[in-house]
């Protein structure tokens, strides 16, 4: 599977971004599919994810009611609707896929997203 993120860029405490992650070598319908995020200096965390089984999702607390996570099947494309961006939200976005074995195994590049006050 090869990920191709886009979409981050500057933006004001706020704004909106919508990041986009372009999947090739395998259908996303058929895999769970993740958005995770590395701010300076700190871990790399899950932030929303979509289930392959039913769509279903699930949010990090500190992104519920300001994030949203989608697929378009037909463009084999996952996307990450962000609103009401913060400066804590500054990090690099990933995009991951598992692997049959429920592993994250397929990663994106990262773009980065930045967030002035």
């Known amino acids: 599977v090869q990920l191709q993120a886009s979409g981050g860029g500057l933006v004001q405490a706020g704004g909106s971004l919508r990041l986009s992650c372009a999947a090739s070598?395998?259908?996303?319908?058929?895999?769970?599919m993740g958005w995770f995020r590395q701010p300076p200096g700190k871990e790399r965390e899950l932030v929303a994810l979509i289930r392959w089984s039913g769509g279903t999702t699930s949010l990090a607390d500190s992104v519920k009611g300001r994030f949203t996570i989608s697929r378009d099947n037909a463009k084999n494309t996952l996307y990450l609707q962000m609103n009401g961006l913060e400066p804590e939200d500054t990090a690099v976005y990933y995009c991951?896929?598992?692997?049959?074995?429920?592993?994250?195994?397929?990663w994106g590049q990262g773009t980065l997203v930045t967030v002035s006050s």
């Open positions: 070598g395998r259908t996303l319908s058929s895999s769970t």
């Open positions: 991951a896929a598992q692997s049959y074995d429920g592993r994250w195994n397929y």
